[in-house]
């Protein structure tokens, strides 16, 4: 038995259960995918589930487990994706004798009470370029617990004898880039291409996006004129100002691997949330 709020195996006696929450946790981890825990934390007067029942929601809304099924669990569910976008957690009542439809609805004459935890997973950095600087970031990023996706155009430079650690490698251009990759909040981004050119065709294709971290490789007359050009073509100063240019750590980095080692060190300072 499926639908979309429940789901279940059937065992060799031919008896129903629930999937082991923590064991698809486990499997979700181990495929990077993001999940959010749902837990009763409490209740009061007659609700569908007790509390400690607990439910994982996927960022597509699919479904493993289930807080009671009807309108309540419907709402907790948008709740969840709500916060795997924000990255944040939740505690929140809902009114399951809620007669004048001010909440769910629904008249069985209790409350009941979430906590929603989004699970924090690897932060994933999407390198785009493959060439000297892509090579040594992507595995010093790696080293520090950043899974990592190239997104080049050239097949020579991209591919797994190179980046055997990528989680995926993406044969694409960068006017492909918004049709193709579908980024998250917490995802990191760091534009170290072959050329000026693509560089800005890049970071023009993904400045708009809801992401954590934008980098982009330049050097500070270079820097100047990208963001000048970029206020010609409408990106407002807020956008613009999101931007970590030249990219990585004043560290007077002068070698790809000296300069991949200051893209580390920035993107370790934003997952940690230190001040830049």
């Given at each position: 038995m499926e639908h979309s709020s429940y789901k279940d195996v059937t065992?060799?006696?031919?008896?129903?259960?629930m999937y082991d929450?923590?064991?698809?946790?486990?499997?979700?981890?181990r495929q990077n995918k993001?999940?959010?825990?749902?837990?009763?934390?409490?209740?009061k007067g007659s609700t569908p589930r007790d509390g400690g029942t607990k439910m994982l929601v996927c960022a597509d809304g699919t479904v493993y487990g289930t807080i009671g099924g009807s309108a309540v669990e419907a709402i907790v569910i948008e709740e969840a994706k709500e916060c795997l976008k924000k990255g944040s957690c939740k505690k929140i009542w809902h009114d399951l004798?809620?007669?004048?439809?001010?909440?769910?609805?629904?008249?069985?004459?209790?409350?009941?009470?979430?906590?929603?935890e989004p699970i924090n997973l690897a932060p994933h950095l999407y390198i785009f370029g493959a060439?000297?600087?892509?090579?040594?970031?992507?595995?010093?990023?790696?080293?520090?617990?950043?899974?990592?996706?190239?997104i080049?155009?050239?097949?020579?430079?991209?591919?797994?004898?190179r980046f055997p650690d990528a989680k995926d490698i993406i044969i694409i251009t960068a006017d492909q880039v918004t049709a193709k990759i579908n980024f998250l909040s917490s995802d990191y981004i760091a534009i170290v291409t072959r050329s000026h050119?693509?560089?800005?065709?890049?970071?023009?294709?993904?400045?708009?996006?809801?992401?954590?971290?934008?980098g982009l490789i330049a050097s500070k007359v270079?820097?100047?004129?990208?963001?000048?050009?970029?206020?010609?073509?409408?990106?407002s100063q807020k956008t613009i100002s999101q931007i970590h240019s030249p990219i990585g750590l004043d560290i007077k980095a002068e070698t790809p691997e000296e300069i991949a080692i200051s893209i580390v060190a920035e993107l370790i300072q934003v997952k940690n949330n230190h001040k830049l």
């Open positions: 065992n060799v006696k031919g008896e129903n259960k929450i923590y064991e698809k946790l486990q499997q979700f981890h993001q999940t959010a825990l749902v837990t009763i934390v409490a209740t004798d809620d007669h004048g439809k001010e909440d769910t609805g629904m008249i069985c004459g209790g409350k009941m009470e979430f906590f929603i060439g000297h600087v892509a090579l040594p970031l992507a595995r010093f990023a790696f080293q520090v617990g950043f899974n990592y996706t190239i080049e155009d050239r097949e020579a430079f991209a591919n797994k004898e050119e693509m560089d800005y065709r890049v970071l023009t294709s993904v400045l708009n996006k809801k992401v954590k971290y934008i270079k820097k100047k004129q990208i963001f000048a050009q970029l206020k010609q073509d409408g990106f």
